[in-house]
């Protein structure tokens, strides 16, 4: 319990930590608003044709009768589009931390500066760091894309396919949501995919704890856009924590000046 609270902890303290500085909350609300746009588009490209696919797909179903033929091919309409909407949730965030690199990476050293004093740093080249970002989202993403199939065959199971289901797939999409945020912290401090999937497996608590809660704001367009910027601050608070961070160190107290010795003086 006290992981889940560190990690839901960590998703506000994020959120209160860009508020709080109007200046990163302002600039992170581009990359967010583009990739947004992008998105609505597909999902609405999607809408308007899912059940023309579905139909295409399903010929087996053009002989049957009212209502089984109804029935199917709308619950197949409702599964293609809500496995969109999944993978719209995965990947908008890694889209869109590609998009604002420069000033998420950033961010998340400003925090680390406001946390600890200091931020380390990757050592490589922008492009670099871009290209290195790129393939794990890819690789992310592909892992993604297999739980989504898994889930999508799971959703035909009566009730469970209905219930169950559904819950597990936002615990899936905040798990990898988690680790795409808090790549961004550490990549930073060398951490590469593996070693960076190894550390959240020891907190998994903690990161469905931030990433479920997360998800579940990001359905919602534009909430998902004012976010980002503390979602990334959070995330890197939370890698803090998962790291070991040290703790910010305390000013140190004035020394007293020194007492004047007395006089020995004789009047």
């Known amino acids: 319990m006290s992981d889940l609270r560190v990690g839901i902890g960590c998703l506000f303290k994020g959120q209160r930590w860009v508020f709080g500085h109007g200046k990163w909350l302002g600039l992170g609300l581009l990359p967010g608003l583009i990739t947004l746009i992008v998105y609505a588009g597909a999902l ?7 059940d023309d696919l579905v139909s295409w797909v399903t010929p087996f179903a053009d002989g049957w009768s009212s209502p089984w033929q109804g029935l ?4 197949l309409t409702a599964l293609v589009f809500l496995f969109g909407l999944f993978l719209a949730v ?18 998340s050293e400003e925090v680390d500066r406001a946390e600890g004093g200091e931020a380390p740093e990757s050592g490589l080249p922008f492009w670099r760091e871009l290209w290195v970002s790129a393939r ?10 297999c739980y989504g199939v898994l889930l999508f065959a799971a959703g035909f199971i009566p009730v469970v396919g209905q219930t169950v289901v559904p819950v597990i797939g936002f615990c899936v999409s ?5 680790e795409e945020l808090t790549a961004v912290a550490l990549q930073r401090r060398g951490m590469v995919l593996k070693d960076r ?13 931030f990433g479920v809660p997360l998800s579940l704001a990001f359905l919602v367009p534009f ?16 890698a803090r924590e998962f790291t070991g961070a040290p703790e910010p160190a305390p000013t140190p107290a004035p020394e007293p000046a020194p007492e004047s010795a007395p006089s020995l003086r004789k009047d």
């Not at 199917?72 to 619950?75: E, G």
């Not at 794990?136 to 894309?145: M, P, Q």
């Open 223 to 238: 909430v998902a856009v004012f976010l980002m910027p503390g979602a990334v601050a959070g995330a890197t608070l939370l």
């Open 72 to 75: 199917l091919r709308t619950t």
């Open 90 to 107: 995965i990947t908008f965030t890694a889209v869109t931390l590609l998009v604002g690199q420069p000033f998420y990476e950033s961010l």
């Open 136 to 145: 794990d989202s890819v690789r992310i993403l592909v892992r993604v894309a």
């Open 44 to 50: 609405f490209g999607l809408a308007y044709g899912a």
């Open 174 to 178: 905040g798990y990898f949501l988690c």
């Open 197 to 209: 999937l190894a550390l959240l497996r020891g907190h998994r608590a903690a990161v469905l704890g």
